[in-house]
């Protein structure tokens, strides 16, 4: 008993003179943080021109990437267009001659593991930007982002994003509210649909997306939908859902997932269970993705989707993507690929833009951290009309640069473009 | 040797103040942070499982409901989160009353099952009680708390917050551990029928032990919530309740000195090996069917075995027990 | 009344998929007194071992299972060999925590060896749908009925009438006796899990063509867990009714009730029986010592 009384003394000393260097700790650690933002050399070893500069051997990116845990298929799909994006920048010859390099770490696919991912990344003081993705993930990190003053590209589509206000967060897809426009538009006016029904996955994304589906109906034509359909990611049955909406006598299923698997089911069954005969299907993006029709194969035969783009639309960065990415991986590419190329791409033009690199003699150099940083997050904020490969880039009041997408039909497990979008702003 | 013992123990105090000087980089002490918030749940699943043998796959749940608890309480309700802490706590444990009280009454495996499925149920709810919990986008923007003027706004200084109100929990955990109840939870593991047969209620004290181990939970969850800044539902998922259980027995079942060296371990060893890149969490996994074979009775319980003297150090109140009656010899019988 | 009759269908063939799991577990629990937390794995390693038998090797169809049975034998073998042996005098928790290791091991395994993307298998009807009338049914749901029902047969007949399996049933009942009679008791413990594995892998590969092979086959674990303590552990016909019931239950449940909480009803019906009737429908006949 005496021990543990001296103990809890001893506990309580300490929390007294802990308390008094709290202080100190805290800016230790912010100190330590910061004067490592030297990247290699000492500044003070100067030619004339190099005050405030730092000589570097590459531009580094930071990516928050899913290496391990459920969604690693995304993540290589991922890596993929953002290492073609690099190979591409530099065999142009990099930034004004640095060439980029993206420096990876693993989220495993979970908020936690995104956030451990860009404290690591943040700890490195290197990153002159961060690429990440998945809307929770970027809801995550928006406070280490914040607080790092780091401008991050993404593609994750949550409407919700848009309200943290963050102006280093750039957003490079087209986000729920539109798709969701498009939807609701092709749904009532192309396909002259009366009663829909709603089949959505219960995470940020089917939440997101059918609240915006279901406002964008209500508020253009005054309709709702005969039943909603909620279901966990990974449910292997669908046969409740799709009869509920069966007997809810709907002539339309709209449908918001991200798992490929889920997909596949879904469409599986909506055929075996004779749902097809008398209901149109129209799916977000991943319904689309190579992966959903590789599995669902002539399942997917017939759906209609909201798609980034169409392999047979003749836009001249589209179709040069398109192939590069064939000849690289002998594979077709997805929308996870698209984004991703554009993220880096259009970091290269915004970084030579803003003039970062200087080349002094052999060596280059480029600001300190946080100016670097400052930089090229006003240069993207500038960005008019770049040509990426998804389409015209530019940013909106929100920072979301992307503002076309494409309707896309299923035709034998190929895309087929029904007819391009172009959000008014 | 006490003398000895407290010496080495007030140094070893002294070694924890000053750590996060040491700490050159942010993201390793946020895993130190999260490696003491870990630490926090699993001294709790020692009692359930430790003291009284029962077996608890729910910590998930109670840290999920101690974490949703006070991210609601600071953001909706506007509560400090020296209010919202020992709130969350409290809430838990009710929660560990509620499920304690029909499921304790089960044996085993089946009060295994039970509390897998109470975990499961709790999951959906934090996913799907959208006007509550914001389902599966989440709780953004968790604040750090303040003392007056100071606030404890990094991962550096929000480490002495943790580290305190772990070592309280601690000590706290052997007083009980050395408390007659704590004896009366080790009659109850070692042989419930007889144990009532001396009179002892063991119903009520198995809720006890459940409740505190709630507790412990749901205090680490409001802990985690704030370090983090974020909480969404897929945190808590019954893998997470695997993690813990795998901590606490890799730490060693029973000892207070386990649970300390499980967390650690198992919060540290995927960023030691991430260097292995794909393969990581492959090598991870062996690495945890190795431990768990070649040390069933936890590190702690190897060293009580082979390394005595060093088991008495890190072991209050240790006492190594005659030969032939070591933890480890006794052969498990029945279901 | 057809929609009760495709959503009927639906439950039974979950149920079923619910049932083997679910046997296999029984198994091991009757025979060495643990809970095989890998079981999960073992099932996904069969339904991936299938998709390279059956996609990539080009065999007939019952000889690319064949031929996965074979390697599930083998793997068993390995498997209580390594995992359980060791830790058969201990704390059964132990197992538990090595069956999780193994289940976290085998999700990047399986994703290091195949990829990460998911595996479609080619199915033993290439029918689209079976239509009766009005109604359509899916073919893969039939034949998880039809095959489950066979293999329920042939391991009772196993179980029953051959010598060995009448041994396993003998050690699973009372090792002391069991052993007192002659019967090698670890040799059957081994038995019992290879039977055991390859309940699981059947299961997996069944499966496959209506759930798609990924790392997400696992989830199966808990359902069948949960068909046990419901059918209980007093009869091997136990797990199979408690499959059908946590099928029909978690089928009706999203279809009437919140599809959302589909999991929830199966976890929910499954406390129940906890709270009323804990050793579930076929009470175990084993009363504990004191």
Same mark, same amino acid.
């Given at each position: 008993?005496?021990?543990?009384?001296?103990?809890?003394i001893?506990?309580?000393?300490?929390?007294?003179?802990?308390?008094?260097?709290?202080?100190s700790?805290?800016?230790?650690?912010?100190?330590?943080?910061?004067?490592?933002?030297?990247?290699?050399?000492?500044? &003070?070893e !100067?030619?004339? =021109?190099? %005050?405030?500069?730092?000589k570097?051997?590459?531009?580094?990116? $930071?990516? /928050?990437?899913?290496?391990?845990?459920?969604?690693?298929?995304t993540?290589?799909?991922?890596?993929n267009?953002?290492?073609?994006g690099?190979?591409?920048?530099?065999?142009?010859?990099?930034?004004?001659?640095?060439?980029?390099k993206?420096?990876?770490?693993?989220?495993?696919?979970?908020?936690?593991?995104?956030?451990?991912?860009?404290?690591?990344?943040m700890?490195?003081?290197?990153?002159?930007?961060?690429?990440?993705?998945?809307?929770?993930?970027?809801?995550?990190?928006n406070?280490?982002?914040?607080?790092?003053?780091?401008?991050?590209?993404?593609?994750?589509?949550?409407? &919700?994003? !848009?309200?943290? =206000?963050? %102006?280093?967060?750039?957003?490079m897809?087209?986000?729920?509210? $539109?798709n /969701?426009?498009?939807?609701?538009?092709?749904?009532?006016?192309?396909?002259?649909?009366?009663?829909?029904?709603?089949?959505?996955?219960?995470?940020?994304?089917?939440?997101?997306?059918?609240?915006?589906?279901?406002?964008a109906?209500?508020?253009?034509?005054?309709?709702?939908?005969?039943?909603?359909?909620?279901?966990?990611?990974?449910?292997?049955?669908?046969?409740?859902?799709?009869?509920?909406i069966k007997?809810?006598?709907?002539?339309?299923?709209?449908?918001?997932?991200?798992?490929?698997?889920?997909?596949?089911?879904?469409?599986r069954q909506f055929?075996?269970?004779?749902?097809d005969?008398?209901?149109?299907f129209?799916?977000s993006?991943a319904?689309?993705s190579?992966?959903?029709?590789?599995l /669902?194969?002539?399942?997917?035969?017939?759906?209609?989707?909201?798609?980034?783009?169409?392999?047979?639309?003749?836009?001249?960065?589209?179709?040069?993507?398109?192939?590069?990415?064939?000849?690289?991986?002998n594979?077709?590419?997805?929308?996870w690929?698209?984004?991703?190329?554009d993220?880096v791409k259009?970091?290269?033009?915004a970084a030579?833009?803003?003039?970062?690199?200087?080349?002094?003699g052999?060596?280059y150099?480029?600001?300190?951290?946080?100016?670097?940083?400052?930089?090229l997050?006003?240069?993207?904020?500038?960005?008019?009309?770049?040509?990426?490969?998804?389409?015209?880039l530019?940013?909106?009041?929100y920072?979301?640069?992307?503002?076309?997408?494409?309707?896309?039909?299923?035709?034998?497990?190929?895309?087929r473009?029904?007819?391009?979008v172009t959000?008014?702003? | 040797?006490?003398?000895?013992?407290?010496?080495?123990?007030?140094?070893?105090?002294?070694?924890?103040a000053?750590?996060?000087?040491l700490?050159?980089?942010?993201?390793?002490?946020?895993?130190i942070?999260?490696?003491?918030?870990?630490?926090?749940?699993?001294?709790?699943l020692?009692?359930?499982?430790?003291?009284?043998?029962?077996?608890?796959?729910a910590?998930?749940?109670?840290?999920?409901?101690g974490?949703?608890?006070?991210a609601?309480?600071?953001?909706?309700?506007?509560?400090?989160?020296?209010?919202?802490?020992?709130?969350?706590g409290?809430?838990?444990?009710?929660?560990?009353?509620?499920?304690?009280?029909?499921?304790?009454?089960?044996?085993?495996?089946?009060?295994?099952?039970?509390?897998?499925?109470?975990?499961?149920?709790?999951?959906?709810?934090f996913?799907?009680?959208?006007?509550?919990t914001?389902?599966?986008?989440?709780?953004?923007?968790?604040?750090?708390p303040?003392?007056?003027?100071?606030?404890?706004?990094?991962?550096?200084?929000?480490?002495?917050?943790?580290?305190?109100?772990?070592?309280?929990?601690?000590?706290?955990?052997?007083?009980?551990?050395?408390?007659?109840?704590?004896?009366?939870?080790l009659?109850?593991?070692n042989?419930?029928?007889?144990?009532e047969?001396?009179?002892?209620?063991?119903?009520?004290?198995?809720?006890?032990?459940?409740?505190?181990?709630?507790?412990y939970?749901?205090?680490?969850?409001?802990?985690?919530?704030?370090?983090i800044?974020?909480?969404?539902p897929?945190?808590?998922?019954?893998?997470q309740?695997?993690s813990?259980?795998?901590m606490?027995?890799?730490?060693?079942s029973?000892?207070?000195?386990?649970?300390?060296?499980?967390?650690?371990?198992?919060?540290?060893?995927?960023e030691?090996?991430k260097f292995?890149q794909?393969y990581y969490?492959?090598?991870?996994?062996?690495?945890?069917?190795?431990?768990?074979?070649?040390?069933?009775?936890?590190?702690?319980?190897?060293?009580?075995?082979?390394?005595?003297?060093?088991?008495?150090?890190?072991?209050p109140?240790?006492e190594?027990?005659?030969?032939?009656?070591?933890?480890?010899?006794?052969?498990?019988?029945?279901? | 009344?057809?929609?009760?009759?495709?959503?009927?269908?639906?439950?039974?063939?979950?149920g079923?998929?619910?049932?083997?799991?679910?046997?296999?577990?029984f198994?091991?629990f009757?025979?060495?007194?643990?809970?095989?937390?890998?079981?999960?794995?073992?099932?996904?390693?069969?339904?991936?071992?299938?998709?390279?038998t059956?996609?990539k090797?080009g065999?007939?169809?019952?000889?690319?299972?064949?031929?996965?049975?074979?390697?599930?034998?083998?793997?068993g073998f390995?498997f209580?060999?390594?995992?359980?042996?060791?830790?058969?005098n201990?704390?059964?928790?132990?197992?538990?925590?090595?069956?999780i290791?193994?289940?976290?091991?085998?999700?990047n395994?399986?994703?290091l060896?195949?990829?990460?993307?998911?595996?479609?298998?080619?199915?033993l009807?290439?029918?689209?749908?079976?239509?009766?009338?009005?109604?359509?049914?899916?073919?893969q749901?039939?034949?998880?009925?039809?095959?489950?029902?066979?293999?329920?047969?042939?391991?009772?007949?196993?179980l029953?009438?051959?010598?060995?399996?009448?041994?396993?049933?003998?050690v699973?009942?009372?090792?002391?006796?069991?052993?007192?009679?002659?019967?090698?008791?670890?040799?059957?413990?081994?038995?019992?899990f290879?039977?055991?594995?390859?309940?699981a892998?059947?299961?997996?590969?069944?499966?496959?063509?209506?759930?798609?092979?990924?790392?997400?086959l696992t989830?199966?674990?808990?359902?069948?867990?949960?068909?046990?303590?419901?059918?209980g552990?007093?009869?091997?016909?136990?797990?199979?009714?408690?499959?059908?019931?946590?099928?029909?239950?978690?089928?009706?449940?999203?279809r009437?009730?919140?599809?959302?909480?589909?999991?929830?009803?199966?976890?929910?019906?499954?406390?129940?029986?906890?709270?009323?009737?804990?050793k579930?429908?076929?009470?175990?006949?084993?009363?504990e010592?004191?």
């Open positions: 008993m005496k021990r543990v009384l001296s103990l809890f001893t506990i309580a000393l300490l929390a007294g003179i802990m308390s008094g260097c709290g202080n700790a805290n800016t230790a650690g912010d100190t330590q943080g910061s004067s490592s933002a030297v990247i290699s050399g000492t500044p &003070s !100067d030619a004339t =021109n190099t %005050d405030g500069l730092v570097v051997d590459e531009f580094i990116i $930071g990516c /928050a990437n899913h290496i391990t845990g459920p969604t690693a298929l993540g290589v799909l991922r890596k267009g953002y290492e073609l690099v190979k591409e920048v530099n065999e142009a010859g990099g930034i004004d001659g640095l060439p980029i993206i420096m990876y770490e693993d989220d495993q696919g979970t908020n936690t593991g995104a956030v451990a991912a860009a404290q690591k990344i700890s490195s003081n290197k990153a002159i930007v961060f690429l990440i993705d998945r809307s929770t993930m970027v809801n995550a990190v406070p280490i982002i914040q607080e790092n003053e780091i401008p991050t590209l993404f593609g994750a589509t949550a409407n &919700s994003i !848009d309200e943290l =206000n963050n %102006d280093y967060f750039f957003r897809r087209v986000k729920d509210g $539109g /969701a426009q498009t939807m609701a538009k092709y749904l009532v006016e192309s396909l002259g649909k009366k009663k829909v029904a709603a089949l959505y996955c219960a995470d940020t994304f089917g939440e997101g997306g059918n609240t915006e589906t279901k406002k109906l209500k508020e253009n034509y005054d309709m709702a939908p005969v039943t909603e359909q909620k279901y966990t990611a990974g449910t292997k049955d669908y046969a409740a859902q799709l009869l509920a007997s809810a006598d709907a002539d339309a299923i709209y449908a918001w997932g991200t798992n490929s698997e889920d997909n596949a089911i879904i469409l055929k075996e269970l004779g749902l005969k008398n209901m149109a129209i799916g993006a319904y689309a190579s992966v959903t029709i590789d /669902a194969k002539e399942n997917a035969d017939g759906i209609y989707s909201i798609y980034d783009f169409s392999p047979d639309d003749t836009r001249t960065e589209l179709q040069n993507w398109y192939k590069a990415y064939k000849a690289e991986y594979s077709e590419p997805d929308f690929c698209l984004s991703t190329y993220q259009l970091v290269a033009d030579k833009r803003a003039g970062l690199v200087k080349k002094i052999n060596d150099y480029i600001p300190e951290l946080k100016e670097a940083r400052a930089k997050a006003d240069a993207l904020r500038e960005t008019d009309h770049y040509k990426g490969a998804i389409g015209d530019y940013p909106d009041d920072q979301n640069m992307v503002h076309n997408m494409a309707v896309v039909q299923i035709d034998s497990g190929k895309l473009l029904i007819e391009n959000l008014d702003q | 040797m006490k003398k000895k013992k407290t010496i080495i123990l007030l140094i070893f105090l002294a070694m924890l000053v750590l996060p000087k700490i050159t980089s942010n993201y390793i002490m946020q895993i942070d999260l490696s003491l918030v870990n630490f926090i749940v699993v001294m709790g020692n009692f359930v499982t430790g003291f009284a043998g029962q077996i608890s796959l910590s998930t749940a109670f840290w999920g409901i974490a949703y608890t006070s609601i309480l600071t953001t909706t309700c506007g509560f400090s989160f020296w209010a919202a802490l020992p709130v969350s409290i809430v838990a444990m009710l929660g560990g009353i509620l499920i304690g009280y029909p499921t304790l009454k089960l044996k085993k495996f089946y009060l295994g099952i039970a509390t897998i499925g109470f975990g499961e149920i709790v999951s959906l709810i996913l799907n009680w959208t006007t509550l914001k389902g599966s986008e989440g709780i953004p923007g968790l604040s750090k303040s003392i007056g003027a100071f606030k404890f706004t990094s991962n550096y200084n929000f480490y002495y917050v943790i580290l305190i109100i772990a070592l309280i929990l601690l000590i706290a955990s052997v007083l009980i551990k050395y408390s007659r109840f704590g004896r009366t939870l009659a109850i593991r042989d419930e029928i007889a144990t047969t001396c009179g002892i209620n063991a119903h009520s004290s198995k809720m006890i032990a459940f409740s505190l181990s709630a507790l939970a749901g205090i680490a969850g409001s802990l985690y919530a704030h370090l800044g974020f909480i969404s897929d945190l808590f998922v019954f893998r309740s695997i813990f259980l795998c606490f027995m890799i730490g060693g029973g000892y207070i000195a386990g649970p300390a060296i499980g967390s650690f371990l198992i919060t540290l060893l995927p030691v090996i292995l794909n969490m492959a090598i991870f996994g062996i690495l945890v069917v190795i431990l768990a074979i070649a040390m069933p009775t936890g590190i702690v319980g190897l060293m009580e075995k082979h390394l005595p003297r060093l088991y008495r150090y890190i072991e109140y240790a190594v027990p005659e030969k032939g009656l070591e933890r480890g010899n006794e052969k498990w019988r029945g279901k | 009344m057809l929609e009760l009759i495709q959503l009927s269908v639906s439950a039974l063939s979950m079923f998929v619910y049932a083997l799991t679910g046997s296999s577990i198994l091991i009757n025979a060495a007194g643990v809970i095989n937390f890998a079981q999960g794995a073992l099932l996904m390693l069969g339904a991936y071992i299938g998709t390279t059956l996609n090797l065999l007939p169809y019952f000889l690319a299972i064949l031929l996965m049975i074979i390697i599930m034998v083998i793997i390995l209580q060999r390594l995992a359980y042996y060791p830790l058969r201990s704390e059964g928790l132990m197992f538990m925590i090595a069956g290791g193994i289940l976290v091991f085998m999700e395994f399986v994703q060896l195949w990829g990460a993307a998911p595996i479609s298998v080619r199915p009807l290439s029918v689209h749908s079976i239509n009766i009338g009005d109604l359509n049914f899916e073919p749901s039939v034949m998880i009925i039809v095959i489950t029902v066979a293999i329920l047969l042939i391991e009772n007949f196993f029953k009438k051959t010598s060995i399996g009448k041994m396993t049933q003998a699973a009942q009372d090792k002391e006796a069991a052993s007192l009679m002659g019967i090698s008791v670890p040799v059957m413990i081994a038995v019992t290879i039977n055991s594995t390859v309940l892998g059947i299961a997996g590969v069944l499966v496959s063509p209506k759930f798609y092979v990924s790392i997400g989830s199966l674990l808990l359902k069948g867990m949960a068909s046990c303590v419901i059918g552990f007093g009869s091997a016909v136990g797990p199979i009714i408690g499959g059908i019931i946590v099928g029909f239950t978690e089928t009706f449940g999203a009437y009730i919140s599809p959302q909480f589909r999991d929830a009803w199966a976890f929910l019906l499954m406390i129940a029986f906890l709270m009323i009737r804990p579930g429908i076929f009470k175990e006949r084993i009363s010592k004191v």
